[in-house]
């Protein structure tokens, strides 16, 4: 009953969040560089992107929307234009700057964002940025250009974020096709007018459609492909079926948070809704506690494939690690890992705090850092398993962090209440000994041959141990009588997976007793509740 009470306060927590919200943001190439604006819509199921279509009406040709203008060269101001672009950046030469009464503002017919095509009948598409300046400059008092209109408007015409300004310092003549040419001479900076847009009369423009990203399994990504190296106010959503949104920038770091913050909200909604699915064809005894994206960090490997994606599941007995997620009952038995939740150890490493410093963190019991926490990824949690192996994962956002604690622990307090007990081969001075951990009883050590008890202490006798890190563990009991340590040794031939059981055990029965105390014992929903 505890875990669909669990689930059934996140699925309403989600929906009482769930987002639907308009707003604009760039589309960035990372090769390229370059960028234009899109609009999205975010739905409870998908994330629509839509590009700016423009329709021509009066005064342009409709085949090929370029249109031909003549100016005269004004004896202050020049042609009265700036320009930005060039094929040495792969970038057309465009209209950066129209200035107020001069000379391309008065025809009326010149835009911001315009790239220039001719110039005096010479082809410039394929000119560098300092051959179209020479061009203009010395074309005479009356100067024809044939230009077109870009639908998709260069990033460099707003300077993305993180990109100088231009330099002030046009004393040397020399010019940047990234920022502004002037072609207006003595012109009069004071009166700029920046018109980012076409004249009524001459187009309107409509956001269509372009592509539709369902959430369902969607993954979030503020990363660059398999490395450690986050992305600026930036993000990818990823669909199941590998279609992707393409890179999407915000000019604030707060409205990529809300966008991140939104759109993750509305995939872990329809994930919980997935799991009620799953759990209709599942047993009691093998619910879906809890599942979702996350990155795992590749041991061993150069550090430009340092993570990858994969899906983890929380299901019955046994914690799953996935490739790609499980979608039909068969699924399940195609995982790459399963391990008993038992014998796991979740542990939280980082959480990235308001005052930017690192908080690493342990919890529970005082394991030594097996990992180099030198990654500048924030929000990672390991789970060890047996035979001392680890995996190391980490989550785009803090409050993904808290649900996956707090899933790990409900899981496997369920899971060592539904089995009561577990029972280990091992020996001592050649004897071979069985060696039992019951949730009502404690600890059991009897003869695996005669089943005679050589001992029997409860949980809360045990005062210590130690072990070798391989196979040796000492566990120190107070005697109730006497009030003496006893010490026992044994050997396993597992021994992490016997003390992970051990610690399962014991965080589950002061949970049932003492449930206040584990949740305070929560170091990330205490960083998710104080932001």
Known sequence: MGYEIFILLNFCFCALLLQTK??????????SENAYDIRLKLTKEVLTIQKQDVICVSGSDHSANHRTVTLRRQPVGGLGLSIKGGAEHKVPVVLSKIFKDQAADQTGMLFIGDAIIQVNGINVESATH?????????????????????????????????????SSDHSSGASSPLFDSGLHLNGNSTNTLCKFSFHSKL????????????LSMARISRYKAGTDKLRSNAFEVL??????????????????ADWLRAISTNISDLTLQNMKMANKCCSPSDQVIHMGWVNERLEGTDSSQLYKFKFLALKGSSFYIFSTPPVSTLDWVRAEKIYNLCEALFKIHKLWLADDCWLQANLYLGIHQDFDLEDQRPYCFSVMVGHGKSHYFNVELGSELAVWEKSFQRAIFLEVQRTG?????????????????????????????????????????????????KTRVKLLFQNLDTKQIETKELEFQDLTAVLHCIHSFIAAKVASVDPVFIDSQSIARKYMYSN
Request: aromatic residues 12%; glycine residues 8%; hydrophobic residues 35%.
């Open 22 to 31: 308009t707003g604009i943001a760039l589309s960035y190439d990372e090769v």
């Open 130 to 166: 300092e051959e179209v300046v020479h061009l203009l400059r010395n074309a005479g008092d009356e100067v024809t250009i044939t230009v077109q209109y870009l639908r998709e408007a260069p990033s460099f015409l707003k300077l993305p974020l993180g990109s100088p300004g231009p």
């Open 239 to 256: 669909a199941l079926d590998g279609v992707s949104t393409g890179i999407l920038q915000f000019y604030t770091a707060q409205e990529s």
């Open 203 to 214: 187009q309107n423009k409509r956001w269509l459609d372009t592509l539709s990203v369902p």
């Open 421 to 469: 007990s577990k029972t280990y081969m091992c020996s001592w001075q050649g004897d071979t000994l069985c060696f039992t951990v019951d949730f009502a009883l404690g600890f059991t050590c009897f003869d695996s041959k005669t089943k005679n008890v050589l001992w029997r202490f409860k949980f809360s006798q045990l005062k210590g141990s130690s072990d070798d890190g």
